[in-house]
């Protein structure tokens, strides 16, 4: 820095040391403003990356007709009631077919301690069969399909500190209902993958089907399975099955097969897109969100007018003698415009705090409610984007009182004469 | 023969009043001081003091004539070259010492070097040492007696080495103690520095310490027409 930036930017510092209540409450609010701007942004970017894209490793779920979106949210994302069962049949025939990777059925419709209990196979922990975002056992081991066995996500296990070996009474229902009379015990606990998974017990479908209450309607007709009878596979029932492909042209052909064509079930496929449009609906809110915020931060800068320009009246006498020193009138009011860019620089970066913050608080939020976690150190462009323009929308901010500055007259401000 | 520090010739200098008639301030035929030179210049209020302290500062630019200073016409530069050269050439003594409030005694001299250069903090030190502030170098203003505000200001006046010293009531606001020891100041540390002092002054105590003494009413004609400045 030369010594006359120097000297300028002593002047700004002192102004800015001057009048620190006023500087202090508006670069607050600048910190608000572009932290709660860069949170909006963040969180939906995270929030979309995570839904659409990294919550599962399959492509594809199939479950009774109805909605897409009811579909994912229930099978996928743990969200929404299922919209109905498939038979048996339907899963095995869809598993045979050629190109299909993985057909996991999935059975849900109980909880423990608000957890949802998903009945599945062990392939459901297969990395080789389903790729790197395949759940992974962090500690004990998979259930045995022929046992009343329980994986436990790493979210439930962190919330309920049950333990490999704890018992589990799973209710019936997703959020309450009374307790099954079953025992499941506790083999393992997966590894955090900051999906949905976390927040999922899992236990044999085969327990699903023979827990006290259950009622299997595959068949057309109820069927109570009872202790050491082999359940037939005709009655047998399914929430949703996930499936793996391997290539996208089985998607095609199973969505023209089940969606167009069929009566009796929904593919939703592929996920991500399902995902993209709800969020591509709830865009709006998105935008509200950020103009909010965005009409929050033209707000605080315009304080940084306010501030500057009422100062500058106390401050003419100030000037005049600068003046009379031999500050010329650009250099004043390059003073005025570096105090509004250093209130703003402060907002911007006592909005890091304010972002940090806020992501903090939603990562607990969106992790309890739908395992998916944020990351407040992950990079956005916001992050450079909302600092960089509140610099200079704080810098465009001081040209009006700077103007003011720049008008002051040595012989008319610094009186009194003689 | 010896170049002169100040030469002011025909110096005309005037406002429009609110009423649009013109009010003629100075009139000036001429002044000159010489190098090291001290003057004072006694006029009652009203009679264009601060104004032609102003046009020799290049504070304002005169309607007409030339100002002279350290070789330099003044009156012929623009206002950006014009406060440049006032920052390297001229110290100013306010009535009021107009110090910056919230800077401290060192940084209120050195501040007033750095629009003519790069900072001269050591020189501000040693001036503020020489007016006996070495003790009060962080002091904020408000902090100061008046009498050391007013060798603050001294201090702040020199502090460019400049060649010409303007005091305007310099001291206006001082007791009568303080008051001689600020001008025996101001005039010690001149002269040590070999600068010209001009000092205006409707002060008889502070005129008749002067060896040259200037009546404005005489000198500035539109004054002796009775305008009011």
Redesign the interface.
Known sequence: MSARSYSLWLLARRSLRQHALSTSVTALSLALASGLVMAVLAIGAQSRTAFTIESTPFDAVLGARGSQLQLVLNSVFHLETSPGNLPWSTYEEVRARPGVRAAIPYAVGDNWRGFRVVGTDARMFDAQLLGTRTPRIARGRIFDETLREAVLGSFVAARTLARVGSAIHPSHGVDEGHEHDEDYVVVGVLAPTNTPLDRCVWIPIEGMFRMGGHVLRGGGEEYHAEHDEEIPDAVKEVSAVLLAFDSPQLGLELDREFNKNGKDATLAWPIARVMAELFDKLGWMDRVLTLVAALTMLVGAASIVASLYDAMHQRRRELAILRALGARRGQLSTVIVLEAAAIATFGALGGFAVYASILLVARDILRAETGIVLDPAAGHASLALVPLCLVALGAACGVIPAWKAYRVEVARDLGPTS | MTRLVLELADVRKGYAAPDGARIEVLDVPELALAPGEQVALRGP?GTG???LL?VI?G??RPDAGSVRVAGEDVARLD??AR??W???HVG?V???F?L????SAL?NVA??S??????KVGRARELLERVGLLGRLDYLPHKLSIGQQQRVAVA?ALVNAPQLVLA??PT?NLDRDNANAALALLRDTCRENDAALLV?S?DERVVERFERVLDLATLNRAAALGAK?
């Open positions: 209020s003091k601060t104004t102003h500062a504070i304002v206002e950006a406060d440049a006032r920052a390297r100013y306010f009535q009021t107009n910056l409030h919230g800077f940084e501040l007033a750095m629009f003519a250069g790069p900072a702040r305007d009531e206006g205006v409707h400045a």
